[in-house]
């Protein structure tokens, strides 16, 4: 894979303990429960069992180190160039016997920051990701289509701000199976999604949206301003 199993390691050890509590939180950093938890409908089986994802780790000093790998960072500086900054960072974790999907969407939904093309996320496994555990499925070529519309998935329980895009045949998505380290680099209008995790073990991944320094974003306000960081050059 792109990335080491050492750094790997060290960053799902650093969500861990985030979560559990034994390390300083910073003060922007999100640990957001799973719908199901949150609900009542599901018992954790510990409090790592709990947590859907955190986001916005840009002053954390551990995982922010993900960001500024310099194999990742060489991959995207060729797409978006070298002057870059941060839009969205997160870990994503599908605990089991919790359910943990992600609508196919698209991420540019979430995202002011144009022009697209000089966007670029970051996906990268931590796990070993399969159709078992929830791997990321994509519909290749849906970047070419422009930005959906989004609306609530038909589910019973939909974790906050999950949409899925519309008017698509999900027959037509791919699955992509990783191995740790392993990483994808994609378009903000790509259409992708997760399932489920059915396996007996986590599923974790590790994830940044770079933006160029030509992105720029309206001016005006938002419910959560956008959490941004400057990606020093080299």
């Given at each position: 894979?792109?990335?080491?199993?050492?750094?790997?390691?060290?960053?799902?050890?650093?969500?861990?303990?985030?979560?559990?509590?034994?390390?300083?939180?910073?003060?922007?950093?999100?640990?957001?429960?799973?719908?199901?938890?949150?609900?009542?409908?599901?018992?954790?089986?510990?409090?790592?069992?709990?947590?859907?994802?955190?986001?916005?780790?840009?002053?954390?000093?551990?995982l922010?180190?993900?960001?500024?790998?310099?194999?990742?960072?060489?991959?995207v500086?060729?797409?978006?160039?070298?002057?870059?900054?941060?839009?969205?960072?997160?870990?994503?974790?599908?605990?089991?016997?919790?359910?943990?999907?992600?609508?196919?969407?698209?991420?540019?939904?979430?995202?002011?920051?144009?022009?697209?093309?000089?966007?670029?996320?970051?996906?990268?496994?931590?796990?070993a990701?399969?159709?078992?555990?929830?791997?990321?499925?994509?519909?290749p070529?849906?970047?070419?289509?422009?930005?959906?519309?989004?609306g609530?998935?038909?589910w019973?329980?939909?974790?906050?701000?999950?949409f899925?895009?519309?008017?698509?045949?999900?027959?037509?998505?791919?699955?992509?199976?990783?191995?740790?380290?392993?990483?994808?680099?994609?378009?903000?209008?790509?259409?992708?999604?997760?399932?489920?995790?059915?396996?007996?073990?986590?599923?974790r991944?590790?994830?940044?949206?770079?933006a160029?320094?030509?992105?720029?974003?309206?001016?005006r306000?938002?419910?959560?301003e956008?959490?941004?960081?400057?990606?020093?050059?080299?």
């Open positions: 894979g792109l990335i080491s199993e050492e750094k790997i390691a060290r960053w799902s050890r650093r969500f861990e303990d985030l979560v559990l509590g034994k390390v300083e939180r910073p003060e922007k950093l999100v640990i957001m429960k799973d719908v199901f938890v949150a609900k009542g409908e599901v018992v954790p089986a510990s409090p790592l069992h709990a947590i859907t994802k955190i986001l916005s780790f840009e002053e954390d000093p551990v922010w180190q993900y960001t500024l790998d310099e194999a990742l960072l060489a991959a500086e060729s797409i978006a160039g070298e002057s870059l900054f941060t839009i969205s960072s997160n870990v994503f974790n599908k605990p089991p016997g919790v359910d943990s999907r992600h609508p196919l969407h698209q991420d540019l939904r979430y995202f002011a920051y144009r022009p697209a093309d000089k966007i670029v996320a970051a996906w990268t496994a931590m796990d990701t399969t159709r078992q555990n929830g791997c990321l499925s994509v519909i070529g849906s970047h070419e289509s422009g930005l959906r519309e989004h609530n998935p038909d019973e329980h939909v974790n906050f701000g999950f899925a895009a519309e008017g698509i045949n999900p027959e037509t998505r791919v699955h992509v199976e990783m191995a740790p380290g392993d990483t994808l680099l994609f378009h903000p209008l790509l259409i992708h999604g997760s399932g489920r995790n059915r396996s007996d073990g986590f599923r991944a590790i994830s940044t949206h770079y160029s320094q030509e992105c720029k974003r309206p001016d306000a938002r419910k959560r956008p959490v941004t960081k400057e990606v020093p050059k080299g």
